[in-house]
């Protein structure tokens, strides 16, 4: 049963010696807009930490600042903001990032300590560790539920916990000290996590001092900061820089030079930031610190370390001062034999800083920056409404006719990805179980099962396709399991279209290529790479039962020498795949086994819908 002011309310904040909730919200009442200083500990580096929270209007502005690595988080009158650190800002502006704002901002007001119209449920009495604690449900008015702990002696709150699209945050308080005749807590240590359990991030912040603000410091203080900082630059008069750029085995490659370096294939991807793979930073000199972790696709992640690059070249733009993550992705993600491996990713540092053309035709990226001369010029086409939840965009779409929010995540290499819960609440998860499972896939977060079949349509905005192929994620598949999506939309379904993305204007741009390219999936039902010890050869590790490569009496643990006479040194990982993406249904591949055997595998669409 749900109650606006509920007994625990009463007797929680009354007893002898303690402080009343009608006190409190007296002794809160001298801080209607304050100011807390202190350190944030986070990932091995302790920033300088600042926040400003006007408690009548709910806004709030939140600065990290160190050397390496500064962000910033705010709420104003229009809206959820979030400076990352490439220093660029974009709004958290889906209906997700609305409902979540709500709550965090009441939670950094210390609305508990109010009658203010929150709904608050299942009060119930729990131990822990000896202590005796009360926990209840509260509903913030427009805001994300959040499970609240109170300390039944000192009457503190304790612990907040709440859910952000597929992450769950946990924030203790402690460290309570009187503070202008109020209890305030001077330590927070906020942890978030994956439903697989698996940690994505966590700090501790330690105040040193609070103070109220006037109206005039209250003012700049909860500025936000500019859209972009003004580090892009371009060559002579060049109004769009042009970038070399290739779509191999799925990855979107670009050639990118960091410090004024050769160029190294890079992948660009919309959900990502700027990341360079340890073998690239040691290639080119660049040191991390801090030590980090990085969730994405799959269950798993990533430790990671942060490095400063003094410039960032792209064809003729130049972005200065860029902090970059060091991470420590393995052989298979940089792999392309012969050629020169993958060095890392791209991502906000780019869209945020031009409006980017996808020209698959022409095999190029066209890069218009937003701060210099006049605005870009849109592009014709379909035009489909760019928010975000995170630092990802998202669309309005379908799926099957059932409307859901989808990622646009150019970063996605593989198939159209859709997520079970999403399925679950709309009464098509039993069609897409029926689908051939296949381990593969995953990102930072490892591999992955999943279940491929046909879908019957895919929306984005007012365009539909038909004839793609999805892949079912598993529920604990991290950011590729997001209870708050439909799914995610990648290189399968976007590279069959020139694609512009303006997060100026807020919008993608879907136009027809020059000659149309049909969605197929000639799969031919295995999984294989390259070990670093063994490069002259595939390993198969996987086999799908009554696929093209089962059939032919391929097993896992076969080693494959050679794809139709190319040597598996000189093809590499994402070369093998690149061969099956650009197959067309009925092709014949030939296999040169280890044994000296050939195999010919006959490519076939087997996928199911």
Same mark, same amino acid.
Not at 79 to 96: L, T, Y
Not at 327 to 346: H, V
């Given at each position: 049963?749900t109650?606006?002011?509920?007994?625990?309310?009463?007797?929680?904040?009354?007893g002898?010696?303690?402080?009343?909730?009608?006190?409190?919200?007296?002794?809160?009442?001298?801080?209607?807009?304050?100011?807390?200083?202190?350190?944030?500990?986070?990932?091995?580096?302790?920033?300088?930490?600042?926040?400003?929270?006007?408690?009548?209007?709910?806004?709030?502005?939140?600065?990290?600042?160190?050397?390496?690595?500064?962000?910033?988080?705010?709420?104003?009158?229009?809206?959820?903001?979030?400076?990352?650190?490439?220093?660029?800002?974009?709004?958290?502006?889906?209906?997700?990032?609305?409902?979540?704002?709500?709550?965090?901002?009441?939670?950094?007001?210390?609305?508990?300590?109010?009658?203010?119209?929150?709904?608050?449920?299942?009060?119930?009495? $729990?131990?822990?560790n000896?202590?005796?604690?009360?926990?209840?449900?509260?509903?913030?008015?427009? %805001?994300?539920?959040?499970?609240?702990?109170?300390?039944?002696?000192?009457?503190?709150?304790?612990?907040?916990?709440?859910?952000?699209?597929?992450?769950?945050?946990?924030?203790?308080?402690?460290?309570?000290?009187?503070?202008?005749?109020?209890?305030?807590?001077?330590?927070?240590?906020?942890?978030?996590?994956?439903?697989?359990?698996?940690e994505?991030?966590?700090?501790?912040?330690?105040?040193?001092?609070?103070?109220?603000?006037?109206?005039?410091?209250?003012?700049?203080?909860?500025?936000?900061?500019?859209?972009?900082? !003004?580090?892009?630059?371009?060559?002579?008069?060049?109004?769009?820089?042009?970038?070399?750029?290739?779509?191999?085995?799925?990855?979107?490659?670009?050639?990118?030079?960091?410090?004024?370096?050769?160029?190294?294939?890079?992948?660009?991807?919309?959900?990502g930031?700027?990341?360079?793979?340890?073998?690239?930073?040691?290639?080119?000199?660049?040191?991390?610190?801090?030590?980090? $972790?990085?969730?994405?696709?799959?269950?798993?992640?990533?430790?990671?370390?942060?490095?400063?690059?003094?410039?960032?070249?792209l064809?003729?733009?130049?972005?200065r001062?860029?902090?970059?993550?060091?991470?420590?992705?393995?052989?298979?993600?940089?792999?392309? %034999?012969?050629?020169?491996?993958?060095?890392?990713?791209?991502?906000?540092?780019?869209?945020?800083?031009?409006?980017?053309?996808?020209d698959?035709?022409h095999?190029?990226?066209?890069?218009?920056?937003?701060?210099? !001369?006049?605005?870009?010029?849109?592009?014709?086409?379909?035009?489909?409404?760019?928010?975000?939840?995170?630092d990802?965009p998202?669309?309005?779409?379908?799926?099957?006719?059932?409307?859901?929010?989808?990622?646009?995540?150019t970063?996605?290499?593989?198939?159209?990805?859709?997520?079970?819960?999403?399925?679950?609440?709309?009464g098509?998860?039993?069609?897409?179980?029926?689908?051939?499972?296949?381990?593969?896939?995953?990102?930072?977060?490892?591999?992955?099962?999943?279940?491929?079949?046909?879908?019957?349509?895919?929306?984005?905005?007012?365009?539909?396709?038909?004839?793609?192929?999805?892949?079912?994620?598993?529920?604990?598949?991290?950011?590729?399991?997001?209870?708050?999506e439909?799914?995610?939309?990648?290189?399968?379904?976007?590279?069959?279209?020139?694609?512009?993305?303006?997060?100026?204007?807020?919008?993608?741009?879907?136009?027809?290529?020059?000659?149309?390219?049909?969605?197929?999936?000639?799969?031919?039902?295995?999984?294989?790479?390259?070990?670093?010890?063994?490069?002259?050869?595939?390993?198969?590790s996987?086999?799908?039962? %009554?696929?093209?490569?089962?059939?032919?009496?391929?097993?896992v643990?076969?080693?494959?020498?050679?794809v139709?006479?190319?040597?598996?040194?000189?093809?590499?990982?994402?070369?093998?795949?690149?061969?099956?993406?650009?197959?067309?249904?009925?092709?014949?591949?030939v296999?040169?086994?280890?044994?000296?055997?050939?195999?010919?595998?006959?490519?076939?669409d087997?996928?199911?819908?």
């Amino acid at each position: 049963m749900t109650s606006r002011i509920l007994p625990f309310l009463l007797t929680l904040f009354c007893g002898v010696g303690v402080v009343t909730r009608a006190e409190a919200s007296s002794g809160l009442a001298a801080f209607p807009a304050f100011e807390a200083t202190g350190t944030q500990s986070s990932e091995g580096l302790d920033a300088r930490w600042r926040e400003i929270v006007d408690r009548r209007s709910g806004a709030y502005a939140t600065r990290a600042t160190h050397p390496v690595r500064s962000t910033a988080d705010g709420l104003d009158a229009d809206g959820r903001w979030h400076q990352d650190i490439s220093g660029a800002v974009h709004p958290f502006d889906s209906d997700e990032a609305k409902i979540v704002a709500v709550t965090e901002a009441w939670l950094l007001r210390y609305g508990w300590l109010e009658n203010d119209g929150t709904a608050y449920r299942d009060d119930v009495q $729990v131990g822990e560790n000896g202590t005796s604690l009360r926990r209840v449900v509260a509903t913030p008015r427009d %805001g994300r539920d959040v499970t609240l702990w109170f300390d039944q002696a000192t009457k503190h709150l304790r612990r907040a916990q709440w859910r952000s699209s597929f992450l769950t945050f946990t924030r203790d308080f402690s460290d309570y000290r009187d503070t202008a005749g109020i209890s305030l807590p001077y330590r927070f240590m906020t942890v978030a996590k994956t439903d697989s359990g698996t940690e994505d991030g966590s700090e501790t912040v330690q105040v040193d001092r609070y103070r109220r603000l006037d109206e005039a410091a209250l003012a700049t203080a909860l500025a936000r900061p500019p859209r972009l900082p !003004g580090d892009v630059t371009m060559r002579g008069d060049t109004r769009v820089a042009s970038v070399p750029m290739t779509l191999e085995g799925g990855a979107l490659l670009v050639d990118v030079s960091i410090n004024g370096a050769a160029p190294l294939p890079f992948i660009l991807d919309t959900g990502g930031h700027a990341i360079l793979t340890e073998a690239a930073a040691k290639k080119l000199g660049v040191r991390g610190q801090g030590k980090g $972790v990085s969730t994405g696709s799959g269950p798993g992640s990533m430790p990671t370390s942060y490095a400063h690059v003094d410039n960032l070249g792209l064809g003729e733009a130049n972005v200065r001062d860029q902090t970059f993550l060091v991470m420590p992705f393995g052989f298979g993600f940089s792999d392309r %034999g012969e050629r020169e491996p993958i060095a890392g990713i791209l991502g906000l540092e780019v869209f945020e800083r031009f409006a980017v053309t996808f020209d698959y035709d022409h095999r190029r990226l066209l890069l218009s920056p937003f701060d210099i !001369g006049a605005a870009p010029t849109a592009m014709t086409g379909t035009s489909v409404p760019l928010r975000f939840t995170f630092d990802m965009p998202v669309i309005d779409g379908t799926l099957d006719g059932k409307p859901g929010v989808f990622g646009i995540d150019t970063g996605n290499s593989g198939r159209l990805l859709i997520f079970p819960q999403w399925l679950q609440r709309n009464g098509l998860i039993d069609r897409y179980r029926k689908g051939y499972a296949l381990v593969g896939g995953g990102g930072v977060g490892g591999p992955f099962v999943s279940r491929l079949s046909h879908v019957e349509s895919l929306g984005m905005g007012s365009l539909i396709v038909h004839g793609h192929i999805a892949q079912l994620t598993p529920p604990d598949a991290g950011a590729t399991a997001n209870v708050s999506e439909a799914g995610n939309i990648g290189q399968d379904v976007l590279s069959r279209f020139t694609v512009y993305v303006d997060y100026r204007r807020a919008a993608m741009t879907l136009a027809p290529r020059a000659v149309a390219a049909k969605p197929g999936n000639a799969d031919p039902g295995l999984r294989a790479g390259r070990k670093p010890d063994q490069p002259d050869r595939f390993i198969v590790s996987a086999v799908v039962a %009554g696929g093209p490569a089962a059939k032919a009496g391929i097993r896992v643990g076969d080693a494959i020498l050679t794809v139709n006479g190319v040597s598996a040194a000189r093809l590499g990982g994402w070369g093998l795949r690149d061969v099956f993406d650009r197959a067309s249904d009925g092709q014949a591949v030939v296999l040169g086994m280890v044994n000296g055997r050939k195999v010919t595998l006959h490519l076939v669409d087997f996928a199911p819908g």
